[in-house]
Structure formats: C-alpha cells, structure tokens
C-alpha cells in the first residue's frame, strides 16, 4: 500500500456541515465489502426480529451517510424491495404447505386442503394455518432479507469497478469481462438519451414505431463505435496478451487450481456433512486453499500489470472493515449474553428479548457511517477521469 | 348488473367451498388424554416412552389413550415438544417432561438451536413397535401423521441414525417397555384430571393422516415369542395408580438406562416474557432512523 494517494485531478471541496474538517474521499471498495460480508455473517447467527431490524435500520443509516451520487449507488432500494418479496414468499409458502398446527397454536384460518395419498403423506397442501407458523415463516424470511441488504449495502457504497481491481492477476480476463458488461447498461441509456435528445431538437418524431427505427439505429452505431474503440483502447494496453508463460507452467497452473477446487469440494462437504470421515473436513479445505493459492500465484506471474491511482488502505479503512468484523465475533463469541435469546423461542410464543451484547455489536457496525470519510460531492465525482469522454454527437447525425 | 353479478360469485364460492369441504378429510377431534400407566393393557393405550439417558437421566414412559397422533401422545399429561424454525413443530427437535428437571427440554439451546433441520447424528429419532411384535420399527411418518394402535409402544431416543438402518438403533427392547397387563390396574379414572392437562382438539381440518391399517388390533400377531398374550404375573412392570415415578422395571444387566414411569403431570409454566425490548428496540430504531435523515436533509440543502 502507498503511504500516500496521488493528487486528485480536481480537487474536491469540503461540504459544509458535520463532516466539514474531513477530507471527501472514496473508501477502498474492500473495505465496504469486508463489512458488509461481516454483517451478512452476524446476521446468519441470530432469529431475533429485534436484532434483525436493528441491522436493517443501521444499514439504511450507513447508506444515507456515506453513499455517492453515482448509477449504482440508487439501488438499495430494489434491494428493499427484494428483501420485502422474499419475506412473502417465504409466508405464503409456509401457509400453502402446512407444517401442521398443534393443539397449543393460535389458529388463525384454514386453507382448503388437498389430500395427498398416503405414500405421500410428508407434503401437505393447505389445511389450517397457525399464527406461529407465519410468524415463525416471516422471521426465517427476514433473516434472509437482511443478509440480502447486506450485499446490497456493499453494492451501493463500493464501486464496483474498482472492486474489480483487486482480482488476482490470474483471473483479470474474468475482471475485463465483468468491467466490460457492467458498464454496458448505462452507456447505453446515455446513447438512447442523446439520440433522443438530438430528435426533439430537430422536432422529428420521438413517439411511436417510426420513430423507434430512427433512434435503434444511431444508438446500435453507437454501440459498435464504442466498442471498437474500447477494443483498440484494450489492445494499445498489452490487454489479451499471451505474456511469456510456458506450456508447462500453464498445465502446471491448470493442474493446482484443479486439484485445489477439488480440494475445496470435498472440504466443504466433510465439513457440512457430520458422517463424512474427519480428515475431510479441514485438511481438505486447507489443503486445498494452499493449492488455489499457489495455482493463482502462478498463473499471475504470466500477467505483469501496474496499477494507475491505487485505492489507499488507511486507517479509515481499518476502522469500518474492523467495526463490521468485530460485531461478527461479538455475535458468535457466546460471552456475555445467553445464545438462545439469538433464537427466541416461537412455539410456544414468547416476546423476543433484546440482548445487551448483540445489540452493542450491531450498533458498533452502523459507526461506519461516521467513520468512513464522507463521500466524494457529485461534481467530484463527474470530474474524473474514469468516466469516458464525451463522444461526439457524430451518432445523432443519422 | 354488480348485484347479480356478486350474487353469482357468492354462489360460486359457495360451491367451491362445499367441494373443498367434500374432499377434505373430516376428522373427528381427537378425545386423546393422558392416563397413568396402569390404565395401558396390551390391547388399549398407547405407550410412550422418551430417552433421556444422553443427558444422565431414565427412561421415562407414560400412557395416552387411543386414537391419538404420535403428536398429541407427545405433548399431553406434561409433555412438551419444540419444533425447528424451518420446518415448524412436526419436526420434534426438542422434548421435555415436567416431571424432570422442571419442564427443561433436551437438547438444551446450547447444543442445537432449532433453528434449522437438526443434523442426522444428533436427533430424535422414532420408534414405533405394533402390540405383539418385539423389534423396533424406524417411523416412516412423522410425528402428526403417524397413528398408534392401541397397545403399541411409541420410542424416541436421541442420537444419530444411518440410511441402513444399522446405527442408532434403541437398546431397550418393545417388550421392557410396553404394557404386560390384560386389564387396567388401578384408579380408572385419570387422576387429578383438574391438575393434568388433556390434548386440546386439534383446529378444524386438520390432516391427521392416513388411518391405521388396524384401527383396534385385539388380537396380537401370533408371533411365538410374543409376551403379551398372557399378563405377566411378575409385579414388576404393573406399577400401582399413584406410582408417580417410581422404577419398574428392574434393569436389565449391561449400560440400558432405567426405565420410570411418568405420571400424567400440568404444564411447565411458560414466561412470555416483556414487552420493554420491544420498546427499547423502536426507541433506538427512531434514534438511527432521525439521525440518518437529519443527515441526508444537510446534505441535500448544502448541495
């Protein structure tokens, strides 16, 4: 890591207010990644409503703070939206495929119910449905919603094309094609603005099927102008070269990233299957860690790159990774609070408590929002030179 | 036009809500109550027996009366069960008995959380043993669906099974466990009937499954082994009415736990508990969620 960043090209001004004294800059996009991941891993601990609420309220908090104004940076809403449609789902399937109500429920009403014959009498469809059942259907589904928003929240305050950048250099041509498919969404919506705009102004049609061919066209040369000159932006830049590797170092390569995958394979299964024989479990995953490892090492020595403005790792960096790993290890520590209010009980139904320590934990997560610089004023951000320039209006000429 | 219009969807629905009534499986709520185990013969009752020798304690067994579910045998006379998160309260993830340590169910939240399906090494597994027959049956039904015939034994026990049916297998055999005695001895009546807690009726529409091949077996395969023809003259397993948990059977030599016999006993109390977190939780929700957008309304006036 540089001690120190380069200059930025436009200097970007302090925003008046609580973060006046800071310095707007762009958090390392593994930062954000690393604590939102942590999150999702607390989050996967505990069945409490109260202490998945509080996640989802720290997450928004966060994203109101330190969110941009760029295309990827609005989505968190889609990912509420997600998050909501998974909850129903997960409840109406609860109430069609009855788990059975027990003379102690509260019932609620009755679904009418299919017979299944009796070789099949595991899978009931319909029949009464309790309050439990929904209630305990919502609180499954909500677990999953706020492990979704989690991913959400690292998609709306990283940027996923300098995410990119920290690939091993073994898999870049994966990175150049994520890179590429990511960014063809907006380009496109910008081509389709202008061409319109350029078609109003002419007082041409802008509604209708006519109208359409006169837009689908520029906007397909477009298309391919840019991706042309993409491709020989890519070419001068050494991209898609062979490098001087070997044939034997790229079997060799081949050969560890397989056997380290198989490695991982079987790892995983020794460890999620109690049966399995124990040198399955963690040896094999270790080992096969060490050989993917190795595997990327060596496949990257073919690729030699240089990194142009490398993201700084400072110490806000630490500190928002660091809050988010911490309440993970708060959550799965067991200390100071009883693991089964984690879970609290639905059958019989209970009010939830709220634990001090995980409470605290999920808390400590949401100090991101302050502890992460304040994000880069839109000007800032247009100013860089990461957007491409302008193209020429050449492609509202036809 | 709306009228007529609603009128033949009224008629519609009724329609359809008969047929579905039709070909709904009316069943009868279940009288099912707890007994004390003498009223279990070999031809009446249903015997239930539940381990809990993992966690240093007997074997308890008690009696239902007939029909029941596996379910309802399971969670009558101070029996309460625990479902998991992911699959509700047919799957049996946890037992408890009031009787023994005050209602504590097994396993404890620090060894599974119920949350998810428990894994096959550590789980409780059912058993079932038709009036007569000396070997143990794995259930092919879950608990709310399966049926016992009276004077058949219900078996959980807590471990870990193999698809070949090989492990895990109960040590304790059907007949140390089941009913020796042609008639009911003791109190008829169950006792206490104001103390003790009967099955509520299941909800309306409840599937309780298929119905047993052998609604009332009165008489047992005739296996040539088979004990329960004749009533066992021997006085141990015929427990007077108040044995409340007193040993019967004398264990037999080698590790099998003792086996007790459960008398039908109320509820474990139950603590909902507060309402405070709840508020707690909405304070701190209105204190994050203001402090966010006071922050986004700065920003956006600065901008």
């Not at chain 1, 911490?326 to 693991?339: Q, Y």
Request: glycine content about 10%; charged content about 15%.
């Amino acid at each position: 890591m540089p001690p120190a960043a380069m200059p930025r090209p436009s200097a970007p001004v302090a925003r008046p207010g609580s973060d006046e004294r800071r310095l707007p800059r762009t958090l390392h996009p593994m930062a954000w990644w690393v604590w939102a991941l942590a999150l999702a891993t607390a989050v996967s601990r505990t069945n409490n409503p109260l202490l998945l609420i509080l996640v989802l309220v720290v997450l928004g908090y966060v994203i109101t703070m330190r969110r941009t104004e760029a295309p990827w940076a609005r989505g968190f809403k889609y990912y509420l939206y997600l998050a909501v449609s998974v909850v129903a789902i997960r409840v109406v399937f609860r109430a069609l495929f009855a788990t059975g109500v027990t003379p102690h429920d509260h019932f609620l009403f009755s679904l009418p119910h299919i017979p299944t014959p009796s070789w099949y009498a595991g899978i009931q469809l319909g029949g009464p449905v309790s309050l439990e059942a929904l209630l305990s259907a919502a609180v499954d589904g909500l677990r999953l919603a706020c492990m979704l928003c989690c991913i959400g929240a690292a998609n709306t305050l990283a940027n996923p094309k300098r995410a990119l950048r920290v690939l091993p250099g073994a898999l870049y041509e994966l990175g150049v094609a994520v890179t590429v498919s990511i960014s063809v969404a907006p380009q496109l919506v910008q081509s389709v603005q202008r061409v319109h705009r350029a078609r109003r102004l002419r007082a041409g049609r802008t509604k209708g099927l006519r109208a359409l061919r006169g837009i689908v066209v520029p906007v397909l040369e477009d298309a391919l102008e840019r991706s042309l000159r993409l491709a020989a932006a890519m070419d001068s830049r050494g991209y898609g070269r062979a490098g001087h590797a070997t044939k034997r170092s790229r079997r060799l390569t081949g050969a560890l990233l397989l056997l380290g995958m198989c490695g991982l394979c079987s790892g995983a299964y020794g460890l999620l299957d109690a049966t399995a024989p124990k040198p399955l479990g963690l040896p094999s995953m270790a080992a096969g860690a060490l050989l993917c490892v190795a595997g990327l090492r060596l496949g990257g020595r073919r690729v030699t790159r240089t990194s142009y403005r490398p993201d700084p790792w400072r110490f806000e960096e630490w500190a928002v990774a660091g809050c988010g790993v911490l309440s993970a290890v708060l959550l799965f520590a067991d200390v100071g609070f009883n693991a089964a209010e984690l879970n609290p009980s639905i059958y019989p139904l209970s009010w939830p408590t709220l634990p001090l320590v995980p409470t605290a934990a999920i808390l400590l997560a949401g100090a991101a929002g302050f502890l992460a610089p304040p994000p880069l004023p839109t000007q800032a951000v247009r100013a860089t030179p990461s957007v491409p320039a302008q193209h020429s209006e050449k492609a509202t000429t036809a | 036009m709306t009228t007529r219009t609603l009128r033949a969807l009224a008629r519609a629905a009724g329609t359809l809500s008969l047929t579905v009534g039709a070909l709904t499986v009316a069943a009868g709520p279940a009288a099912a109550s707890p007994q004390p185990m003498g009223q279990c013969t070999t031809s009446a009752g249903a015997v239930l027996a539940v381990d809990f020798s993992r966690w240093g304690g007997p074997v308890y067994r008690s009696c239902g009366t007939t029909p029941t579910t596996g379910y309802e045998l399971l969670n009558q006379g101070g029996w309460r069960t625990t479902g998991t998160g992911h699959d509700g309260p047919a799957f049996i993830c946890r037992i408890g008995y009031s009787g023994y340590q005050g209602g504590k169910q097994f396993p404890p939240p620090a060894q599974d959380d119920c949350v998810l399906t428990p894994p096959a090494s550590a789980y409780w597994s059912y058993w079932h043993a038709d009036p007569g027959a000396n070997t143990w049956e794995y259930s092919q039904l879950s608990a709310m669906l399966y049926k016992p015939k009276p004077g058949s034994v219900d078996l959980w026990i807590f471990g870990g099974t193999n698809v070949q049916g090989t492990e895990g297998r109960p040590t304790l055999s059907p007949d140390q466990l089941r009913a020796h005695n042609a008639q009911p001895t003791g109190g008829s009546a169950p006792q206490g009937s104001d103390a003790t807690k009967k099955a509520d009726p299941l909800p309306p529409r409840t599937d309780t499954g298929p119905a047993p091949e052998h609604p009332a077996s009165p008489s047992p395969s005739p296996s040539g082994t088979s004990p329960t023809a004749s009533p066992s003259p021997s006085a141990s397993p015929s427990p007077s009415a108040s044995a409340a948990t007193s040993p019967s059977t004398a264990p037999p030599p080698g590790t099998s736990p003792k086996v007790v016999n459960a008398a039908p006993a109320a509820d474990a109390a139950h603590d909902t508990g507060s309402m405070t977190p709840i508020a707690v939780t909405a304070g701190l929700v209105v204190l994050i969620g203001g402090a966010g957008g006071y922050a986004a309304m700065r920003r956006r006036r600065s901008e």
